[in-house]
């Protein structure tokens, strides 16, 4: 274990400690864990329980977290530890993020750092992502192998719920070069279905903040049935996107398929992400996918000024790749260039 960054003692309350890596300001008392179940009170010490303890290692397209507009075609070591700061009734990671108590004593061991970059090496991977689970609940951790992956010439990206506070997100910036932030639902779903009860304001705060520092951002919309799939839904996520993020923010909306304790509730329609593209796209977004629907036509690139392919993708793979539209010349917004010559085997 290794000693938490963001927490305090509470005045006048003994060995209890408060944690301030996310919004959630857990209160924690001696010998036992935060809602994240990663960070345990130590003697009126805070500790990160799972620090160099992954609990998943693999090699991935960067696509996969969605990252369209990012280093295209690359692959990256993703990296998870157990717990999450939320608690998303449909978790598709639910078994290391949630249920894991007895997991975690099988199934967690060390990692070096250094192992990790042989890993990439190995695998020709252009860089690192913190996915999976919650990258913030496991923050030193991730911190520690982003400052090595930096030296080593690999990229940074980071996959999360968004409920990171920006002090937390202004310590990381400078090592991270792309995320991809989940805005769920409005706020009342945030309280109902991600027990947050603080809502969706704290996504906010943080999306505001990884612009504020540069980082790629791109923004991600799980679509669920009867919970968040109104036409109202999408508008006032599209319009957020764009107002306080800019028109060439990617947007994602993603098919839901029954999961955890959402069991009940069917997959997302096709028509219903075609609504969600076509909503967000006559608000002024630039760039806006479908995904988890295989071989849908908007997972790939088209130009939003001629309507012709840019970028051709299927599934997690690019088939083809231009940065500008063959028609008119709107040029896409891509970042991390330096990064593609690994995919093509140079670099």
Not at 207 to 225: D, Q
Request: with cysteine; proline share 5%.
């Amino acid at each position: 274990m290794k000693e938490a960054s963001f927490y305090g003692k509470v005045p006048g309350a003994g060995k209890r400690v408060k944690c301030v890596l996310c919004p959630r300001n857990c209160v924690i008392n001696e010998g036992a864990t935060g809602f994240c179940m990663a960070r345990k009170n130590v003697n009126g010490k805070l500790y990160a329980i799972f620090y160099r303890k992954p609990c998943s290692v693999a090699v991935d397209p960067v696509e996969k977290k969605p990252l369209f507009h990012f280093a295209p075609g690359s692959q990256c070591v993703s990296i998870a530890t157990f717990g999450c700061n939320l608690g998303c009734l449909h978790c598709q990671n639910w078994e290391i993020s949630r249920d894991f108590r007895i997991k975690a004593r099988k199934e967690s061991y060390e990692v070096p750092d250094e192992n990790l970059m042989s890993l990439a090496g190995n695998y020709n991977a252009s860089g690192f992502a913190y996915t999976y689970t919650e990258p913030t609940v496991f923050f030193e951790y991730a911190l520690d192998v982003m400052k090595l992956a930096k030296k080593k010439g690999f990229y940074n990206v980071w996959v999360t719920n968004g409920y990171t506070p920006p002090e937390v997100i202004a310590k990381m910036a400078k090592y991270l070069d792309a995320v991809n932030v989940d805005i769920k639902g409005n706020d009342n779903f945030y309280k109902k279905v991600s027990m947050a009860p603080l809502g969706i304001e704290p996504v906010f705060r943080a999306l505001k903040a990884y612009k504020k520092y540069g980082i790629w951002t791109e923004v991600t919309n799980l679509v669920i049935p009867m919970y968040n799939d109104k036409k109202e839904d999408m508008k006032e996520i599209s319009s957020w996107v764009k107002d306080n993020l800019g028109a060439d923010t990617p947007l994602h909306f993603s098919a839901f398929f029954p999961n955890y304790k959402l069991m009940d509730i069917g997959p997302t329609p096709q028509k219903t992400l075609d609504s969600a593209v076509k909503t967000a796209k006559e608000l002024g977004l630039h760039w806006v996918y479908a995904g988890n629907i295989y071989g849908h036509k908007m997972e790939s690139t088209w130009c939003w000024k001629c309507g012709s392919l840019i970028i051709k993708r299927v599934g997690f793979s690019v088939l083809s790749f231009s940065d500008k539209c063959p028609k008119c010349g709107t040029k896409v917004p891509i970042e991390g260039k330096k990064w593609m010559s690994r995919a093509k085997g140079g670099g």
